[in-house]
């Protein structure tokens, strides 16, 4: 995909948490970021792909930033790449210390767009003419793992947690797209590209995306301009089956209402939650399952103009409270009972979310650098 950051494609019309912004950036989903008696909350006030900014929850300072880049699912890896004239410097990252672990060279021009969940692998792209060359880099040993080269536009989705295998998008004419797995053991790309059960030919628009910690689920929010429809694309990594869950999307739904959908993994990988205040609705999807189990709906609320869900939500580590927004006010999910309470004011326009220490409070992160603190079990301020 043209990255989580970028916005794909899907037929019905599915990119990484929204991950918990108190446990590490996108698109990781886990709360294992923060150092040893401290609890961190990082922001990526851009979106996903963008600088990250680690926030101590205790003295609501900074703590440190990194440059432009993306995380393992598991939260404790952190990939930035820059080309500077025929090169590509690649650099790795501790999330929880901003401690540099690797940093190279690799000769030609590349882009990185893929991390595998447990941070070891890096896969880079670049395009030449009718060509893409993918380049799958181990940080653990610092050197090529493997190089290919495909006939056709090709996108990086993730890697394996095992580092065999390579998931792909391949781009086609007028927004459509296939899943392609590439064998990395055997240097082959499988014949049969993964699609959804009943679904032919994807397109749509990808907007943000959620990958669970162990590495089973890549879980890709999609909307589709014509269909005026929101979905989500899961992929089970491990099986290698797609699936498209549809998502309340109102009565002809306006694009930007459907933006506002912020995705956040319950902590035991089983049941995702996509938010969406400016459609007044929570829904709990059963990833197995492939549905959505319960929809929660609540009052409506006018979307925050250039603000990007897919940091705005986070959810307490006993999976009960969830807490979302749409760039400004904050609302509180039940999952227990599927309520939603709120909102409840920041004083202005918010770029992260999360919890602190023993999810007894949760902050929120303005634009202007100001933290915001509310009591977690009843959102007073």
């Known amino acids: 995909m043209k990255r989580l950051t970028l916005l794909l494609l899907l037929a019905l019309v599915p990119a990484p948490s929204a991950a918990l912004a108190d446990g590490c950036p996108l698109p990781c989903s886990g709360q294992s970021s923060s150092p040893p008696g401290s609890k961190f ?45 025929r090169r590509t410097f690649l650099k790795r990252f501790d999330v929880a210390t901003a401690v540099l672990r690797g940093d190279w060279a690799v000769s030609g021009r590349w882009d990185l767009q893929g991390v595998s969940p447990t941070g070891r692998w890096a896969a880079l792209a670049r395009r030449t003419g009718d060509l893409t060359h993918l380049l799958v880099f181990d940080g653990r040993r610092g050197t090529r793992a493997h190089v290919m080269r495909l006939r056709g536009d090709f996108e990086v989705e993730t890697i394996s947690r095992d580092g065999k295998r390579l998931f792909l998008i391949e781009h086609f004419a007028g927004r459509q797209y296939n899943v392609r797995e590439y064998d990395l053991s055997r240097a082959r790309l499988v014949a049969d590209p993964l699609r959804a059960q009943g679904v032919k030919i994807m397109a749509g628009y990808a907007w943000s995306g959620v990958a669970s910690p162990d590495g089973r689920w890549l879980l890709t929010l999609y909307l589709s301009t014509p269909g005026k429809l929101a979905f989500v694309h899961s992929l089970d990594l491990e099986r290698s089956r797609p699936a498209c869950i549809g998502l309340p999307s109102g009565r002809g739904g306006a694009f930007e209402n459907l933006k506002r959908y912020s995705l956040t993994l319950a902590p035991d990988s089983g049941t995702l939650y996509a938010a969406n205040p400016a459609l007044g609705v929570v829904a709990e999807l059963d990833l197995d399952g492939s549905q959505v189990k319960r929809v929660t709906r609540f009052e409506k609320s006018a979307p925050v103009v250039g603000a990007h869900p897919a940091t705005l939500s986070t959810i307490s580590r006993n999976g009960r409270t969830m807490y979302f927004s749409a760039g400004r006010d904050l609302w509180a999910y039940d999952s227990a009972y599927g309520t939603v309470r709120g909102p409840y004011a920041t004083g202005g326009k918010i770029v992260g979310v999360g919890y602190g220490a023993g999810d007894q409070r949760v902050f929120a992160v303005r634009k202007d650098g100001h933290m915001v603190a509310f009591r977690a079990s009843n959102g007073e301020r």
């Open 41 to 85: 909350l990082y922001v990526q006030d851009k979106g996903p792909g963008s600088p990250l900014v680690a926030y101590n929850t205790r003295n609501r300072q900074a703590v440190f930033s990194l440059p432009p880049g993306m995380a393992s699912a598991d939260g404790r890896a952190y990939y930035s790449g820059f080309v500077s004239g």
